[in-house]
């Protein structure tokens, strides 16, 4: 039975964690100042179909049920998630180097409905204006992959000259690959579901932000 | 010698039955997901057809609430292994299993509907309230009671280990070690009040949104009614998972009917179900402690 232990441990349910329940179409456009350094990020999550009729019937708006919102309930609506909890990163990840660049809560925000899913928009500022001399990686996930997000909607860059972003999308396989091996690997006894590494990471795809050398 | 090939043997009919309930297949994984983000598009625009007053908007609202418990339990969770390392371990009848497999999905909605009208109407409860109480009190209480079936394999693949070893230095004719006829004895209630509340306990987050919409729209019967079929949803993965786990018991031991090797086998492996399900509920229970 001992050599068969590995093999069982291997056996181990995923933590209801690695499942999400909130799917979030993104769009990021990245501001650049004019001297190509990056200063402001503007981050766009259109919610799932179920998940914005659960917001809009937990707000009390669109009493006509169209999926459609008068200027007033999309008042009542604003900011419903920008009242970020301590310990919130807001979901958008900023690296460059492989260091973490830190930014500001959400400045200014607004809220949408487009065919039925409520769409937000914020800005957030960089701590201090970032230089582009090596690309900057953004990634949008929530750490405990409770809700999923796909950069479906584009990256942008708005000033500076010479700069582009690419998508790279997730590579899915990888993602359930690494998280097997998390899971059932040797160190899966560190992990619960709260203490769970990478996860949301490895479901995320990857916006580098990238200027022409010159320019 | 027989037994160091059949346990091997069993092992590898259980690993087929457990990776997929452990949800181990990339593929799988993936399209469950696709499935589900699909699926759970398609409920919102069947609830509003529902509320517009649409013909057949319940019958298609109970059509994508069925798929979505589908998608949901074809993904990870906790009911697969649970159902799946109990058929390994115990022998339990096929059909035993399954009913065992529907009545926990059954009474898995029931909890979400308790929680959300007990929380709406009793206690006043926001939706945020109702999922905290699920995930901070009725999830570790489910992995609980998984682990006291766990615990409860454990001790009896243990106690006929050791009874097995007593009878053959003894070598005497009479059966004092369990038999795998005693093994046939019926999985008692108690197992099965463990199994489906060790499922049921922890309500489905998809089965809250639901409810909570379909009360807020006054339309709370369909949602009832959503939630019950989104069970029935998930029960044909978790049937799918008592059946494969059954037979891969049968089929492992169909050989060895009454033999000295049995008894040294069937505790063998309820003692590896049991070592198997004690540790998911650790694991499960460790972010709680």
Known sequence: ?????????????????????????????????????????????????????????????????????????????????????????????????????????????????????????????LAAPVALTSAVSVKAYDPTYYTAYTVSRGASVEGGTGCAATITPADLDAAYTMLEELLYGPRSAEFGEENFPEVGEAFADEVRLACVSGS | MRLGILIPLALALAVTALVWAAGGFD????????????????????????????????????????????????????????IGGYGLGRRVSALRLSIIALASSLAQALTAIALVYGGVFLLDWSRERMEGVAERWLAPASYAAIAAIGLWLFWRGLTGLRRGDAHDHAGCGHAHGPSP????????VRDAALLIGGVALRPCTGALFLLVICWRLGVDMAGILG????????????????????TAREGALAGLAGGATARRVLPALELAAGALILAAAATLLAPFV
Not at chain 1, 23 to 50: C, H, P, Q, S
């Open chain 1, 1 to 125: 039975m001992i050599r068969a232990l590995p093999l069982l441990t291997a056996l181990l349910p995923m933590p209801a964690a690695a499942h999400p329940h909130v799917f979030i179409d993104t769009g990021l456009t990245l501001v650049l100042d004019a001297e190509n350094r990056l200063t402001e990020i503007r981050v766009t999550w259109a919610y799932d179909e179920l998940y914005s009729l659960l917001v809009m019937e937990e707000y009390g708006v669109d009493d006509d049920y169209d999926g459609a919102l008068r200027p007033e309930e999309l008042a009542v609506l604003d900011g419903f998630d920008m009242q970020w909890i301590e310990g919130f990163e807001g979901d958008t990840y900023l690296a460059k180097n492989g260091a973490a660049l830190s930014l500001t809560g959400p400045l200014a925000h607004e809220t949408s409905v487009e065919n039925g899913r409520v769409v937000t928009t914020h800005t957030r500022r």
């Open chain 2, 27 to 82: 593929a799988l994984a993936r399209w469950a997901a696709q499935g589900q983000r699909e699926v759970q598009s398609d409920m919102a625009g069947a609830i509003r057809a529902l509320k517009a007053g649409e013909a057949g908007a319940l019958a298609g609202l109970m059509t994508l609430a069925f798929a979505y418990g589908f998608f949901h339990a074809a993904g990870p969770g906790h009911g697969k292994a649970l």
């Open chain 2, 181 to 188: 006829d005693d093994m046939a004895g019926v999985a008692s």
């Open chain 2, 227 to 246: 939630t019950l079929a989104m069970a029935l949803g998930t029960a044909t993965v978790t049937i799918a998972v008592a059946l494969l786990a059954t």
